[in-house]
C-alpha cells in the first residue's frame, strides 16, 4: 500500500490518521442540483416546472406495458437487441450503429470515458462545450478526468459555434453541442453545424445532444430557420460524419425519464470503443419494454408533443406580447433571461406552487406543463414585471 510513486506521502492528521480522501477533481466538481418538487400552497395545485418532464405522461400503450411488466427477476439484454431493431427500423440506421444507455447521460459517460480523460503524461484531454448549458456537462467531463472548455453562448442564447470552433485546440478530443439548448432554447440549424462540422478536425468527436429533438421536429420554424437549411438532424448529419454522435432519449418526448433510458448513433469506429465503456447491464428489460412500445406508438406521442409545442408557442406569444424579450424556443420549456432577479422569480413562482429552475444570476427555466400551469405561470410573469 505504499505510495511508491508519489514524492509526497498522504497527509496524515495529528492522531496520524490517513482519512479517506476522493480524487483532487472532486474538490471542483459541481453536484447536480436537480429540479426541486413544488411547495404545498393552500388552496392551490402544486406543479412541478423544474424538469423538463413530459406533464401528461406516457402514453396508453406505453403505460399498459410498464403496468404488465413481472420479469424483474431477470436481467436485461446487455445489447438492448428488441430496442437496437426497433429503433434501426424507425430512425433508418443500422442496429450496430447504435449504443443504448441509462438515459442519454449514460451514453454521454460511455462516450467521455471512451475518448476523454487524463493521459499517461498526466496531461487532460479538453472537452469543449456552450455555457450555459446542460449542467450535468461539467460534472460528467470532470468525472472522466478531462478538462472543461466552456464556450459562452451566442447572443441569442444558442450555442456559438464560430467561438466553439476557435475554442478548439491540440488537446481538444470531444466536442460537445446542445440543440435546442438546455437552459435557453435555441437550436442549430443544418447549415450552421455542416459549417461547424468542416472547420473540426476529424480526429476529434463531435457530440450533438438532441435530448429534445421531437420538440424541434414538431415546431414551426422562423424564415431564419428555414433559410439555414432547417434545424440540424443529427441523424442526417451522421451518415456524413464518421466523426459525428447523435445522443438521444426516451426521457422527454415519450414521458420515461424515470426509466433511464437512452441512446447514441455513431459509426463502428466508434461505437466499438462504446460497447467497451458502457456498463454493463444499464438499461432495464422495463425500460428496454416500454421504449420498444414507444417506439410502436410514436403517432400518439407525436400528438403529445404537437400539444406541448402549441402550448410552449401560446406562452411565448403571451410573454412577448406582454414585452418580455426571451430567446426563440425550440424544446420544452422558456428561459427568461432574468439575471440578478432570477432568484427572486423563483421565490415568487414557489409562493404560488410552481418549481421553476432558477439558474442565479443568469436566469430562469420554466417547463410546459399542464394548461393550468401554464396560465399560472403566465400570471405571475405579469405580477413580476408590475413589481419592478
Ligand atoms: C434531460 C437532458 C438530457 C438527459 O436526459 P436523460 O434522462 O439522461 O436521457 C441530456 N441532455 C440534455 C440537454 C437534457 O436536457
Redesign the pocket.
Known amino acids: 500500500m505504499s505510495p511508491e510513486n508519489s514524492s509526497e506521502p498522504p497527509a496524515r492528521d495529528a492522531a496520524g490518521h490517513r482519512g479517506i480522501t476522493p480524487r483532487p477533481v472532486f474538490d471542483q466538481l459541481p453536484a447536480y442540483a436537480a429540479g426541486k418538487p413544488p411547495k404545498v400552497v393552500e388552496g392551490l395545485r402544486q406543479f412541478k416546472l423544474s424538469s423538463?418532464e413530459n406533464p401528461l405522461g406516457p402514453v396508453p400503450a406505453v403505460a399498459e406495458v410498464i403496468d404488465a411488466f413481472r420479469d424483474t427477476h431477470l436481467y436485461p439484454d446487455p445489447l438492448s437487441t428488441r430496442l437496437r431493431e426497433a429503433l434501426a427500423g424507425q430512425l433508418e440506421v443500422p442496429a450496430e450503429d447504435i449504443v443504448t444507455g441509462a438515459?442519454?447521460?449514460?451514453a454521454l459517460t460511455q462516450i467521455l470515458a471512451a475518448f476523454a480523460g487524463q493521459n499517461t503524461d498526466g496531461v487532460q484531454d479538453e472537452v469543449v462545450y456552450p455555457w450555459r448549458s446542460?449542467e450535468a456537462y461539467p460534472i460528467v467531463v470532470g468525472l472522466a478526468g478531462a478538462r472543461s472548455v466552456q464556450v459562452p453562448l451566442s447572443d441569442d442564447g444558442g450555442n456559438d459555434l464560430e467561438a466553439m470552433a476557435a475554442a478548439i485546440t491540440e488537446r481538444t478530443t470531444v466536442v460537445l453541442l446542445?440543440s435546442p439548448n438546455?437552459p435557453t432554447g435555441p437550436a442549430l440549424t443544418r447549415d450552421a453545424v455542416e459549417a461547424f462540422l468542416a472547420k473540426v478536425p476529424e480526429h476529434v468527436v463531435v457530440v450533438l445532444?438532441e435530448?429534445?429533438y421531437e420538440f424541434c421536429r414538431l415546431s414551426e420554424l422562423t424564415e431564419r430557420e428555414r433559410a439555414e437549411g432547417g434545424l440540424a438532424e443529427g441523424v442526417s448529419l451522421y451518415r456524413e460524419h464518421l466523426n459525428l454522435v447523435v445522443?438521444r432519449?426516451f426521457?422527454?418526448a415519450a414521458g420515461l425519464?424515470g426509466l433511464?433510458v437512452?441512446y447514441s448513433i455513431a459509426h463502428p469506429e466508434i461505437t466499438r470503443s462504446l460497447r467497451v465503456s458502457a456498463t454493463p447491464f444499464a438499461v432495464s428489460t422495463l425500460a428496454e419494454s416500454a421504449s420498444v412500445a414507444a417506439i410502436a406508438h410514436q403517432e400518439e406521442i407525436d400528438e403529445q408533443v404537437r400539444w406541448i409545442v402549441a402550448e410552449r408557442e401560446r406562452i411565448v406569444a403571451a410573454l412577448r406580447e406582454d414585452g418580455w424579450q426571451i430567446p426563440t424556443t425550440r424544446a420544452n420549456f422558456v428561459w427568461l433571461p432574468l439575471g440578478e432577479r432570477s432568484a427572486a422569480f423563483a421565490q415568487l413562482a414557489e409562493e404560488h406552487a410552481l418549481s421553476v429552475r432558477a439558474f442565479h444570476p443568469e436566469g430562469v427555466r420554466v417547463s410546459v406543463g399542464p394548461r393550468e400551469a401554464n396560465d399560472r405561470f403566465l400570471e405571475i410573469c405579469r405580477h413580476f414585471r408590475e413589481r419592478v
Open positions: 423538463n438515459g442519454s447521460l449514460g446542460f446542445c438546455n445532444d435530448a429534445y445522443l432519449t426521457s422527454k425519464a433511464r437512452g
